[in-house]
């Protein structure tokens, strides 16, 4: 049984309408996730604990998702030494391996941060090494975590990741 009513002196079904309304409404859910991404993004970046455990609570966001520039939150997190925000995000299942727009993971961007605190959580929840960063021009290079450390003479942070390699080498 369809229900008529009138739009604009046309008879059309009360199921057009509630089509309508729901995709109305998933326009303000996609508007309102893409603003709740965005927020998680800035508090990741900022390292406002309380917002991100209340984004990431709410299960109303990606926490692995590449917002813009930004790039996924554990990768802004670990760049900037948030150690609470790394553990909580990979606590909460963060892919500990994501990788940000230009191929570079966490571990990574920890390293080109220099935050030896954040390299040594990443690599004892089991952060990959061994993954390959593409050049600027996307190709495939020889350069990783332990490389980067190299490159800006950070020995803490080699000395961190050569250890690893031995020990995951045997």
Do not use: W
Request: charged share 25%; glycine share 8%.
């Amino acid at each position: 049984m369809d229900l008529l009513i009138s739009y604009r002196d046309r008879p059309i079904t009360l199921y057009l309408v509630f089509y309508l309304a729901t995709v109305g409404c998933l326009g303000c859910l996609s508007s309102r996730f893409a603003d709740d991404q965005l927020g998680f993004a800035f508090a990741c970046v900022s390292g406002d604990v309380t917002k991100v455990k209340r984004f990431v609570d709410s299960k109303l966001i990606d926490i692995d998702s590449t917002n813009g520039r930004i790039g996924p939150c554990l990768i802004s997190a670990a760049y900037s030494g948030h150690r609470e925000i790394v553990v909580l995000l990979l606590s909460k299942g963060a892919n500990i391996d994501v990788k940000d727009q230009n191929g570079a993971t966490a571990l990574v961007n920890a390293v080109v941060g220099n935050q030896y605190e954040i390299v040594e959580i990443l690599i004892e929840n089991g952060a990959n090494t061994r993954i390959i960063i593409p050049d600027e021009s996307g190709k495939l290079t020889d350069i990783t975590a332990l490389k980067i450390a190299q490159a800006r003479g950070n020995k803490k942070i080699v000395a961190l990741l050569e250890n690893h390699e031995r020990k995951t080498s045997r």
